[in-house]
């Protein structure tokens, strides 16, 4: 929100208004989330008041506090980002149980149907379905400094239009690998070679519905979310690139299935 909107304590009395407002959407999304982990968890018999979930809370709270310099510079910390101790207490329990109840539905084996036990089959459902696209992206984070003070967007929409003036696939996809080169490095972004193998439930849902509605060797229009701006481009699936990536999809691919387990759960709240 800082970033957006600029340091709260610097505001004018609207701009305080907006900040506030959106921090309590953000606030009850997240609220309902929690809710909905909780909810989940509770359903397929995983303890949400157990020894390890508090034990993670009260370690991760000391970290912070460390972090920040002490108790006294930990309540400072909170007020400063709006933050109550016992909200945050709930997102470090949330974040707990909700890998405690990805580990109790890969053992059920129901709605987490692979695991690292049937690894050729997940490859293969990689491959073959399609609920998992590769995508690459360039990124063009809002808070960089570009030549001649250009923004995010105009940068992005200058790379994008340099990729639609391709003759065929092949320069398109070459193109695109260099907008990619170009763009600002910022490191779980975008560098050269990052070809991302996703599924429904993984990545922001704006992304997703970008990626999945684009046809292989397509650039997508100049996305803008809240971190930044992005150009899209679907590539097509390899076997030899998948399978080397088993054991990392197959975590992504987890968390993704309680996330939109999550999702609908949320949807009865």
Request: with cysteine; charged share 35%; proline share 1%.
């Amino acid at each position: 929100l800082d970033r957006e909107l600029g340091k709260y304590t610097e505001l004018d009395e609207e701009g305080k208004a907006e900040y506030e407002e959106m921090l309590r959407e953000r606030v009850a999304k997240d609220l309902r989330n929690n809710y909905a982990i909780l909810t989940l968890c509770q359903k397929h018999g995983v303890d949400i008041d157990s020894k390890e979930a508090r034990t993670y809370v009260n370690d991760s709270i000391k970290s912070l506090v460390d972090e920040v310099g002490g108790k006294k510079e930990y309540k400072a910390w909170l007020e400063e980002n709006k933050l109550t101790d016992a909200f945050l207490r709930l997102m470090y329990k949330v974040a707990y149980l909700e890998t405690a109840l990805v580990d109790k539905l890969t053992q059920e084996d129901k709605e987490i149907v692979y695991s690292t036990k049937n690894l050729d089959k997940f490859v293969e459902f990689v491959i073959e379905d399609e609920s998992y696209v590769k995508v690459i992206h360039a990124y063009y984070p809002y808070d960089f400094d570009y030549k001649n003070g250009a923004s995010a967007k105009e940068v992005a929409e200058e790379a994008l239009a340099n990729i639609l003036a391709a003759e065929d696939d092949e320069e398109r996809l070459d193109l695109m690998r260099s907008a990619i080169g170009r763009a600002p490095f910022v490191a779980g972004y975008s560098t050269t070679g990052n070809d991302y193998y996703i599924t429904f439930g993984q990545m922001n849902q704006r992304y997703e519905d970008v990626a999945f509605s684009l046809e292989e060797y397509e650039a997508s229009a100049v996305l803008e979310l809240d971190e930044g701006c992005y150009v899209l481009m679907r590539v097509p699936k390899e076997r030899d690139e998948v399978a080397p990536r088993a054991y990392e999809l197959i975590d992504q691919y987890r968390y993704a299935v309680v996330k939109r387990m999550a999702d609908e759960q949320k949807e009865l709240i």
